[in-house]
């Protein structure tokens, strides 16, 4: 065999190695791949130390002994309580356990997306998980796009449910002392359903879930939405057992409503309003409405503080 034969020979049984994808993987840009890892890796500790400081920041806003000597301490009380909270994250997990089969142990990084919207800044929680999930999840492409949509489609969701729900309750909206302009309301309502109507009509290009999983995801935020309606009555009524909770279902409307509006200031003073209007017992009314406000805060903080210091303490023990 000439020496050409034998060069050309080799050359065919070095090429036989290298398949499609092989050869694929040889134009990969490393560089670009490594740094994002490295994005991706350092953003849940940064989240983690993130909430340790929220934690300390508002550690002193919080009486919590004298917090505890106020709530009722029954059993029934504090397991509603306890499962309010955790109505978000738990929705959460059966929609991402529907689209990419994450285990239980995805509830901690849910809970840290909650914390993180609402201790730090709104949707950075959101960006918190879609770094997760590239981290913890095996799935086609990227998780990007359903966070995006869920995201979505949680507020859209809110908004038809607060557009029903001010369809049902708007005569006695109408007679309550709500000193909410006409402009700025007729505004508000203009902006729901603008949010809510746009996105259905752009859903291929705003969404990028098959229309099956959008509307998965629409209904379990829509039960979401309404659990968690039906819970605060509930926990009112614990908390004030002798009004009847038909009241405690409609004021837990109205709240609904008063907080989706974006126009309207001071939703939580006006909500105070209306309930002293409608239910009376002034001092009662809003000792509840703090009391509870300022449960949930501590709450935040004491989750916060143990899925905060939980984070340090892994990324300091990883190998």
Do not use: C
Request: glycine share 8%.
């Amino acid at each position: 065999m000439s020496t050409a034969d034998l060069a050309s020979t080799r050359l065919m049984d070095t090429s036989s190695l290298i398949d499609g994808a092989a050869a694929r993987d040889l134009y990969v840009p490393a560089p670009l791949v490594k740094s994002g890892r490295n994005w991706v890796a350092w953003f849940g500790p940064v989240i983690s130390l993130a909430l340790l400081a929220a934690v300390f920041l508002q550690r002193g806003s919080v009486d919590i002994p004298a917090l505890l000597g106020l709530v009722p301490r029954t059993p029934l009380f504090w397991g509603l309580f306890l499962l309010t909270y955790s109505l978000t994250p738990l929705f959460d997990w059966l929609i991402f356990h529907r689209l990419w089969s994450i285990p239980a142990g995805g509830l901690a990084a849910l809970f840290r997306k909650r914390l993180s919207n609402e201790l730090l800044l709104g949707y950075v929680g959101d960006v918190y998980f879609y770094t997760w999930a590239r981290r913890h999840v095996r799935m086609e492409g990227s998780p990007f796009g359903a966070v995006k949509d869920s995201a979505i489609l949680s507020g859209v969701m809110g908004n038809v449910v607060t557009l029903v729900m001010l369809a049902l309750t708007f005569p006695l909206l109408s007679s309550l002392p709500l000193a909410i302009d006409g402009r700025t309301l007729g505004v508000s309502l203009g902006i729901l359903v603008l949010t809510s109507v746009v996105p259905m009509l752009l859903g291929r290009r705003i969404f990028g879930l098959p229309p099956a999983e959008r509307r998965m995801v629409a209904g379990v935020h829509f039960l979401r939405i309404v659990a968690n309606l039906l819970f605060y009555a509930l926990l009112w009524h614990l908390m004030l057992p002798d009004v009847a909770i038909s009241w405690w279902v409609m004021l837990s409307t109205v709240r609904l409503v008063l907080s989706r509006l974006p126009l309207v200031p001071n939703k939580d003073v006006l909500f105070a309003g209306v309930a002293t209007f409608l239910v009376g017992r002034e001092g009662e009314i809003a000792e509840i409405l703090g009391l509870l406000a300022s449960l949930l805060l501590a709450n935040h903080l004491l989750v916060g503080l143990l899925l905060g210091a939980s984070g340090v303490i892994r990324r300091r023990m990883a190998p």
